[in-house]
């Protein structure tokens, strides 16, 4: 099954797998040490872009680009300024688009960042996690501190939209480090803050050393604590929760996210990239020689999978979506792919966790408080009926 180019595409997502080191806790299509390998994938992402164009026939009018991966900001510079000649070509980019591209401190130069001002990318994405190096070290991760400082202070001229990624319950770091690297944080020159939980995925490195007891992670009541403290001290000084991990200034929310829980149609180009038309889900091969294989020989898709969605599946996302944000999701939208004879049991499971003080309703919209969003699977749980 192919991607539907009649879904009006407006946002559009392209993965860069490669980094100078993998980190500890990585679960992503990354890969480390095959550097050598960059100008023939950077040929097939744009033998795969070209396709899409051409089977689109129209200009799709993107609204937002978002280079992910990996590690993007390794991207040369001159397979960077000829992604962008393409991406001017095959579509007509909005003047208000949003153009983000995620990079790691340590891996910038002074001539990256103008490269970057220079094609349109308006937006950095900066993977922070923390700035106790020992930390990162144990986790493979080589930056530090010094990093970070010197990348937001030659960006912030030249970019006025920059996002920091923090990661909460690492291990070794104390409630009060954590406490230290907010109260810099809100002193950055940034609008917009992630702050997402430490999740030990199965083989990683990580993983692996909490198994064999190597690493200690914090108590979950340390980490939901913190979270709440988190929540008040961003909020503060200006910097508000707009969904479960994702917090910004007023006007600075991620256009390229918020298109993702809308569950608006984006396409996906790169190694293991997924991509949603509306209705159907697909996902490209995740083996890097397979990929570039696949195009540079057949020049066929490199889709491997797609799931077309049934309505009960449409109705969870827009549950597990729609609470996510802070904005929250109407009960009409709610029910709405729920069958009839469960209505009076979702209402009721809606009115008990509203008691219980999980949820709150505001213009019939339903939002998690924070003591509910700590156990937002749990609760999309409850809420989901076949």
Known sequence: MNYNCAASTSSLYIHWPFCPYKCNFCPFVAIAGHDQFMQRYHNALIKEIQKF??????KQHLKTVFMGGGTPSTYPNDLLLDMYSILYKGFI?????????????????????????SVGINRLSIGVQSLKDSVLQSLNRHQSAQDVEWLLKQA??????????????????????WKELLAR??????????????TVHENTPLYFKVQRNQVS??????????????????????????????????GYESKHNTAYWERVPYKGVGLGACSFD?????????NLMKYITEIEQKSHSPIISSEQLTSEQVHLEKLMLGLRRSKGVARAEL???????????????IDTLIENGFLKEKDSQ????PKGLILENEIVVQLSFD
């Open 93 to 117: 980019i909005d003047a208000q688009a949003e153009i983000s591209i995620e990079v790691n401190p340590g891996t910038v130069t002074q001539e990256k960042l103008e490269v970057w001002k």
């Open 53 to 58: 164009v051409d089977d689109c026939g129209e």
């Open 278 to 286: 509306g209705m159907l889900r697909l996902q490209n091969e995740k």
């Open 335 to 349: 029910l709405t792919g729920v069958k009839q004879k469960f209505w009076e049991q979702c209402n009721h499971k």
């Open 185 to 198: 944080a809100v002193r950055w020159p940034v609008n917009h803050v992630s702050v997402y939980f430490l």
């Open 366 to 369: 339903l939002v998690l408080t």
């Open 156 to 177: 912030s001229p030249l970019f006025d939209n920059i996002s920091v990624d923090l990661i909460l319950g690492l291990p070794e770091v104390s409630t009060d480090e």
């Open 217 to 250: 992670l914090p108590p979950d009541d340390t980490i939901i604590d913190l979270y709440h403290w988190t929540v008040d001290w961003l909020g503060k000084h200006g910097i508000l929760q707009y969904e479960l991990s994702n917090f910004a200034r007023p």
